[in-house]
């Protein structure tokens, strides 16, 4: 699944085609906003801020460039530790 298309099914799941811009990004800025603060708040407190985080950052990615580059740039960073780790849990010879 590319990020564009995991977009596509944000946007389709909110049903907002039909909104005028303007209050389709404040919608956006204010649901997406509102979870990407309380990730920002399970870093501090018991929860799962490692999936929230991306989720609010998934939002407002839908709708503003500045949150796709950081959403684009964690999922990377998700990548080089899933590889990473999985090197380092493979049987050395």
Do not use: Q
């Not at 909104?19 to 509102?34: E, H, L, N, Q, Y």
């Not at 501090?44 to 839908?62: D, K």
């Amino acid at each position: 699944m590319t990020v564009e298309s995991f977009f596509l099914k944000i946007k389709n799941a909110l049903k907002m085609e039909g909104v005028p811009p303007m209050i389709r990004r404040v919608i956006v800025a204010v649901v997406g906003g509102t979870v990407f603060l309380i990730g920002l708040a399970l870093i501090f407190l018991p929860g799962p801020a490692f999936i929230v985080i991306p989720i609010g950052l998934a939002i407002l990615g839908s709708e503003f460039a500045w949150a796709k580059h950081y959403s684009d740039k964690a999922r990377d960073a998700f990548k080089r530790a899933k590889t990473r780790i999985s090197r380092s849990k493979s049987p050395k010879p």
